[in-house]
């Protein structure tokens, strides 16, 4: 790919920096979102914290880039959805979803 800087307006020059500028962002959000199909409000879940370790929870809420997660200590953990891991055989200890919690939100 071949683009001859030197011959470029500035005009020409502000917006391929705006393209240049907004395709990472474009593409963390598309990544973000394919990551958002596997899951859904309910789904039991865990990921890894820096302050807390291996962290399990509920996923209570979609956002545009992220997701909520309730923990069994009750409190909301705003993730990214590519660092969780869907838990398919739930523990009693990790199966838990605050009903209430969810449909108010």
């Known amino acids: 790919m071949g683009i001859d800087l030197d011959n470029l307006s500035r005009k020409e020059l502000v917006e391929l920096n705006d393209r240049v500028i907004e395709r990472p962002k474009y593409l963390d ?46 409190a909301q953990w705003r993730v990214p959805p590519d660092i969780l891991t869907p838990i398919k055989d739930a523990t009693q200890k990790q199966r838990f979803v605050y009903t209430n919690e969810i449909t108010q939100e």
């Open 29 to 74: 959000t598309v990544h973000a979102q394919q990551a958002m199909l596997t899951l859904n409000i309910g789904s039991q879940v865990s990921f890894d914290s820096r302050r807390d370790g291996r962290v399990f929870g509920t996923v209570i809420k979609f956002n545009r880039k992220g997701v909520v997660v309730l923990t069994e200590d009750r």
